[in-house]
């Protein structure tokens, strides 16, 4: 959190006091026929939507009816591919699923008549609700869509004053006189609604969607006649559309709850960069971000990494930075992880090259020497063994774990003196062991000098970001100037949109590499 | 003394405290004019932004300790601190117009009185219980004996301070320190705020008289040599607070991650838990104070009068016994 001043911190409460939540409804019979047929089909369909066909063809129509439901879009958004997709994938039906290709002829059916009509009820609503008075914005469930709904709204004058906001930002001190909110309002997080930035909260959804949204009791008893703002609901406001009458739709409880589905992401990426075999495998979480991209990183929340984190507080050395070095188990979604664009994930590396200059290839093949023959060691004996007999030769912390972790390319040396000495003596080194720790020494200060020369030339770059612009676009694009010990180069901040949970076993050469997400 | 005769700055106009600054005083001061009880009072509030919470609570804790001026059980608790202490510990005696360094030598006991008798260099000081509270154990020990055993001081109790709490008031409170709340958070947001906020009373003229938290909470971390009234720990801290000299009244936690690492910790003073609504560990936070409000809680609430809830923030508080 940073440092905000009285009259800021004034008008969050104000917000969080007498703010106001708005719910209105829309209505779409094409719209609400097509959600309908979805969920008819899957409720048709039962075990059968198990099977990779409908599992790929639900995801396809889900996935285009969370977007519309969620992003004041025009109902023909995204209809030329998905029409494409599923008259294929009627073709295929046919031959596989016989009888139940009627059901897909109708979904076909449906969509086809969405993909002639430019109606876009969500906006409509908004339309007739802003003021052009006050500070408004749109919350964007989904971040990619920024650039479209942005597009959107500029084709009417009295919208182009909106400002898109994603989760994430009203976290901050952003503050608004009225906030659109589209979708379920289980689709954002609870502060969104229980402390809200806005003085006016719209939460704009599909009539067919059931939601009973009222304010989340916090402590399980509550102080005197202390309450939250939330008490202040307004009665669902029912916006028509195109004249519909609103008691002819059946409410339908559509399951709109889509998302992202991360797993199958996860599922292809991991598949994709588990091929490779013959490599030094880690275990590694993969982080999904921004702009379609993808990249795993050590699963040891230990492990630190650099991220942006333009709301957080100051670091464990109680530097308030927006540009962190942290523990990768501290690291969140919504965060900007630095990652190197171009040459490969490790940044730091080329850069304390750079600043060990000639020295460099004399000192990382030293580091290299005993590092290949610890492995032969543990090729040889075991890596049990090698453990045990660094143990005897006064090894402190010798372990299976912290072996695999000496051997490793993602070390430069043991953190203790001692275990080091006790890998040189065991590889036959003890008598260049000063030869060896030095060299490790001047790799080490070359690699913490390379790490705050990076860290400046971010903070550098960051002062002069447009914050808003990174905020929309979900990454900002380094290059780090060539002098001052660096190579150039570029890098990358992307947001973080998801974490796994799972860890995977991953080749080594794959860490920090940004990897292309090709389907959601 | 009162808190709705506070101003703040904006756009170079002074502002009246908003309705939230005052409650969140009010829940310090309530907390801070406790006597000693058996019981622990434990405050969840949930807000939407933590900014200037912890610096208004501690301003009330310490302003509510000071309304019970001069509060006997302080002094006789220092005077008992004090006596424990091993001969050979460092001492700061706060006399008004110096500050004297000096070395434990021990209680004198003179026709019936006992008093503290402390060594600086050739000089020797035999300070009476009722000057307890000038008697401060430094947080480092003096590696060797101070070469000048006392330095001069500024006797000046800041305008800002003399209006807000009382000129009798204001003058013991640059002499005595004491801990009477810690606060566990976000060192450097907290500095900006407690040293760079300003605020004003109005004299009796009408004129604008400004000052910080700082004059009034008088941060150990942040003051060089004055006397003291509070202290801020980082929540990531590794200090070790365990060893810490006094046990502070309140311990106030700006955030649940403060208060998810740092409430054991204080398990003897009374807390209170800022929780951020937007902040990522809300919900643990906010379990774990409903957790111990499900095991601990004591029927009854010991406050001298209820808290002020003039606007609507989600607050709970109970009782719980003193571990």
């Known amino acids: ?520 | 003394m009162l808190i709705n005769r506070v101003f703040y700055m904006n756009d170079g106009k002074w502002k009246t405290l908003p309705l939230w600054g005052q409650l969140l005083f009010d829940l310090g001061y309530s907390l801070g004019s406790l006597n000693s009880s058996e019981n622990c009072i434990v405050v969840g509030i949930a807000l939407p932004t933590r900014a200037y919470a912890a610096s208004l609570t501690a301003m009330g804790v310490v302003a509510g300790r000071l309304s019970l001026f001069i509060n006997s059980n302080d002094v006789l608790t220092r005077f008992q601190q004090l006596a424990s202490l091993t001969i050979g510990t460092s001492l700061i005696y706060r006399k008004p117009d110096k500050v004297v360094k000096g070395i434990f030598e021990g209680i004198e006991e003179d026709k019936g009185c006992s008093g503290i008798r402390l060594r600086a260099g050739s000089q020797c000081y035999i300070l009476p219980p009722s000057l307890a509270l000038q008697v401060e154990i430094p947080t480092k020990e003096f590696t060797s004996p101070p070469k000048r055993s006392d330095r001069r001081t500024s006797n000046e109790v800041s305008p800002f301070l003399s209006l807000f709490l009382g000129k009798e008031v204001a003058k013991a409170v640059t002499l005595q320190s004491k801990i009477d709340c810690v606060m566990i958070g976000s060192l450097g947001r907290l500095k900006e705020e407690v040293n760079e906020t300003q605020f004003a009373v109005k004299d009796s003229s009408g004129t604008f008289i400004s000052g910080t938290f700082q004059d009034v909470i008088r941060v150990r971390r942040f003051s060089s040599h004055e006397a003291y009234r509070s202290d801020i720990y980082h929540v990531h801290s590794n200090e070790n607070v365990g060893s810490y000299q006094e046990t502070p009244l309140v311990a106030i936690f700006d955030g649940a991650t403060s208060f998810l690492k740092s409430r054991e910790m204080w398990q003897n003073s009374h807390h209170i838990a800022l929780f951020d609504q937007t902040e990522t560990e809300f919900d643990a936070g906010v379990q774990a104070f409903n957790e111990g409000f499900t095991k601990n809680r004591l029927d009854g609430l010991d406050l001298n009068k209820p808290v002020k809830v003039p606007i609507k923030l989600p607050i709970s508080i109970y009782q719980e016994r003193r571990k």
Request: proline share 3%; aromatic share 8%.
């Open chain 1, 1 to 520: 959190m940073k440092h905000i001043s009285m009259a800021v911190a004034d008008k969050l409460y104000t917000c969080a006091t007498s703010g106001s939540v708005h719910k209105h409804k829309v209505y779409h019979t094409a719209f609400n026929e097509f959600c309908t047929m979805i969920n008819k089909l899957e409720h048709v369909l039962e075990e059968d939507t198990q099977d990779d066909y409908w599992q790929n063809l639900l995801r396809e129509l889900k996935r285009y009816r969370f977007l519309l439901n969620t992003s004041p879009l025009p109902l023909n958004s995204y209809t030329t591919s998905l029409l494409s997709y599923v008259e294929d994938s009627l073709k295929k039906c046919h031959y596989s699923f016989p009888k139940s290709s009627h059901l897909v002829q109708e979904v076909f059916n449906k969509l086809f008549i969405l993909s002639g009509l430019q109606d876009n009820p969500l906006l409509e609503a908004i339309i007739g609700l802003v003021s052009e008075q006050g500070h408004t914005a749109l919350l964007i469930k989904e971040p990619s869509l920024l650039p479209i709904v942005e597009t959107e709204l500029g084709k009417y004058p009295t919208l182009r004053h909106i400002e898109l906001v994603n989760i994430h930002q009203l976290r901050g001190a952003q503050h608004y006189q009225s906030l659109f909110v589209v979708g379920h309002s289980r689709l954002y997080p609870e502060y969104v609604l229980n402390s809200p930035r806005a003085i006016d909260i719209h939460l704009i959804r599909y009539s067919w969607l059931s939601d009973i949204w009222k304010p989340k009791s916090i402590f399980l008893q509550l102080y005197m006649q202390s309450n939250g703002i939330n008490d202040k609901v307004a009665e669902d406001v029912r916006t028509q559309y195109e004249g519909q009458q609103l008691h002819s739709y059946k409410d339908i409880e559509t399951d709109i709850f889509f998302e992202i589905n991360w797993d199958h992401v996860t599922k292809k990426i991991v598949t994709q960069v588990q091929e490779d075999t013959n490599q030094e495998q880690i275990l590694a979480r993969l982080y999904l971000l921004a702009n379609e991209q993808s990249v795993f990183l050590d699963s040891n929340g230990s492990t630190k990494g650099y991220v942006l984190d333009l709301e957080g507080d100051e670091d464990e050395d109680e530097e308030l930075h927006q540009v962190k070095h942290i523990e990768l188990s501290k690291v969140r979604p919504g965060m900007f992880l630095i990652l190197r664009t171009e040459g490969g994930g490790e940044y730091i590396i080329p850069i304390a090259d750079k600043i060990l200059g000639e020295k460099a290839v004399q000192l990382r093949a030293k580091q290299e020497h005993w590092k290949i023959l610890l492995r032969e060691a543990v090729l040889k004996r075991g890596i049990t063994d090698v453990s045990i007999e660094l143990l005897y030769e006064d090894a402190n912390r010798a372990n299976e774990i912290n072996v695999r972790n000496w051997m490793s390319n993602k070390t430069i040396r043991p953190q203790d003196d001692k275990d080091f000495r006790a890998i040189l003596g065991l590889v036959g080194l003890q008598d260049k062991e000063q030869e060896y720790l030095n060299a490790a020494e001047q790799i080490e200060s070359a690699h913490r000098k390379a790490g705050f020369y990076i860290r400046d030339q971010l903070l550098k770059r960051v002062v002069d970001a447009d914050i808003q612009e990174l905020h929309k676009k979900g990454f900002l694009d380094f290059e780090l100037p060539a002098s001052g010990g660096g190579d150039g180069g570029s890098l990358t901040a992307l947001r973080i949109e998801h974490i796994s949970l799972e860890v995977f076993s991953v080749p080594v050469s794959r860490l920090g590499h940004l990897i292309k997400i090709k389907d959601k």
